[in-house]
């Protein structure tokens, strides 16, 4: 009897630890990132994801695959989190163009010059991400930014002659017009495949920010920093719609409200961020120029006209409403 009694014990005890676990079960996604797992992207998506797990007592946990650890690049993600291959992705913008033209403004040369401007254009743009992303079975969920964008190259730039059939690695269309007109050779391409390309000299630069040369090293390939800072491109954080629903109204709210929040720290250690490269870059014996020669300025300046042309006869009346909206606020 008293083993039956023991039995019977044991046996209720084990339903209620199955229980308990029961209750304390994750659901659990994959996020996707292209970019190193030291990149300022990167460190934005742990906090997001540590955030996600304490606001939901983890219910909700995100394992975490950056420098493309999916097997996915940024020009992947948009349909990969569509058709749920991928739960969440951290995807550089400029890799959407294809989808809404709407996602190459925030990389527009020289629409924003200060991290104000930056942040104002993306909650312009908010909306419209939104609802892009909502017309194709997924939600935006925020965007992080970049520090402003420079040029690397193997020799240094000091005037507009060091630009001519300059072979130069760029992210996106607005870049690859730019630089063309600039008399350039730009060369479309997603991260991943510049450090190849950098290593058997079929490029003699490439346009990033400083942060992606520390991430990269590319002082091994690229000693010359010149900080034009003619953009601050951002990266977008979205998911699979069918995951989000699947999750109740608490954690729903405890992802957005970790969106939030990392959305305000990441604006917030921006500049600091920037500095803290530029001393990894001085240390690493990089000519880091903030001084930018004026006639590469004004001819780089001058080039993006046909870039911005360009987007707004693919944006259209709307693209250009937008726009002006941005313009409006920052009056």
Same mark, same amino acid.
């Given at each position: 009897?008293k083993?039956k009694?023991?039995?019977?014990?044991l046996?209720?005890?084990?339903?209620?630890f199955?229980t308990?676990?029961?209750?304390l079960?994750?659901?659990?996604?994959?996020?996707?990132?292209?970019?190193?797992?030291?990149?300022?992207q990167?460190?934005?998506d742990?906090?997001f994801?540590?955030?996600?797990?304490?606001?939901?007592?983890?219910s909700?946990?995100?394992?975490?695959?950056?420098?493309?650890?999916l097997?996915?690049?940024?020009?992947?993600?948009?349909y990969?989190?569509?058709?749920?291959?991928?739960?969440?992705?951290?995807t550089?913008?400029g890799q959407?163009?294809g989808?809404?033209?709407?996602?190459?403004l925030?990389?527009?040369?020289f629409?924003v010059?200060?991290?104000?401007?930056?942040?104002?254009?993306?909650?312009v743009?908010?909306?419209?991400?939104?609802?892009?992303?909502?017309?194709?079975?997924?939600?935006?969920?925020?965007?992080?930014?970049?520090?402003?964008?420079?040029?690397?190259?193997?020799e240094?730039? &000091?005037?507009? #002659?060091?630009?001519? !059939?300059?072979?130069?690695? *760029?992210a996106? %269309?607005?870049?690859?017009? /730019?630089f063309?007109?600039?008399?350039?050779?730009?060369?479309?391409?997603?991260?991943?495949?510049?450090?190849?390309?950098?290593a058997?000299?079929?490029?003699?630069?490439?346009v990033?920010?400083?942060e992606g040369g520390?991430?990269?090293?590319?002082w091994?390939?690229?000693?010359?920093?010149?900080?034009?800072?003619?953009?601050?491109?951002?990266?977008v954080?979205?998911?699979?719609l069918? &995951?989000?629903? #699947?999750?109740?109204? !608490?954690?729903?709210?405890? *992802?957005?409200? %970790?969106a939030?929040?990392? /959305?305000?720290?990441?604006?917030g250690?921006?500049?600091?961020?920037?500095?803290e490269?530029?001393?990894?870059?001085r240390?690493?014996?990089?000519?880091?120029?903030?001084?930018?020669p004026?006639?590469?300025?004004?001819?780089?300046?001058?080039?993006?006209d046909?870039?911005?042309?360009?987007w707004?006869?693919?944006?259209?009346?709307?693209?250009?409403?937008i726009?002006?909206?941005?313009?409006?606020?920052?009056?």
């Amino acid at each position: 009897m008293k083993l039956k009694h023991s039995l019977i014990a044991l046996i209720s005890a084990a339903a209620a630890f199955g229980t308990a676990q029961t209750a304390l079960a994750e659901t659990k996604f994959n996020m996707a990132n292209e970019y190193a797992d030291t990149s300022f992207q990167a460190d934005g998506d742990r906090f997001f994801l540590e955030r996600v797990n304490e606001l939901t007592n983890g219910s909700v946990a995100i394992d975490y695959f950056p420098g493309g650890g999916l097997g996915y690049k940024s020009a992947d993600h948009f349909y990969a989190v569509s058709d749920a291959a991928i739960d969440i992705a951290n995807t550089f913008i400029g890799q959407l163009s294809g989808v809404d033209p709407i996602f190459l403004l925030p990389s527009q040369p020289f629409v924003v010059t200060s991290e104000k401007e930056a942040k104002v254009l993306e909650e312009v743009l908010a909306s419209r991400y939104a609802k892009t992303f909502a017309d194709n079975n997924q939600v935006y969920l925020f965007s992080s930014p970049w520090p402003p964008s420079g040029l690397w190259s193997r020799e240094p730039v &000091a005037d507009t #002659a060091g630009l001519q !059939d300059l072979k130069v690695r *760029v992210a996106d %269309a607005n870049a690859t017009i /730019v630089f063309q007109e600039a008399g350039a050779a730009p060369l479309q391409l997603s991260w991943g495949d510049v450090m190849a390309q950098l290593a058997t000299n079929a490029l003699d630069a490439a346009v990033t920010s400083a942060e992606g040369g520390v991430n990269s090293k590319l002082w091994e390939f690229l000693p010359n920093y010149l900080a034009v800072n003619y953009t601050t491109p951002v990266n977008v954080i979205h998911m699979n719609l069918d &995951a989000f629903e #699947a999750l109740n109204d !608490d954690e729903q709210a405890a *992802v957005r409200q %970790a969106a939030q929040e990392t /959305v305000d720290r990441q604006w917030g250690l921006l500049a600091e961020r920037l500095q803290e490269n530029y001393a990894i870059l001085r240390e690493n014996n990089v000519d880091v120029v903030e001084d930018v020669p004026a006639d590469v300025l004004d001819t780089l300046r001058s080039a993006s006209d046909a870039s911005m042309a360009s987007w707004l006869e693919k944006a259209g009346p709307d693209g250009a409403a937008i726009l002006e909206e941005y313009k409006s606020k920052m009056q």
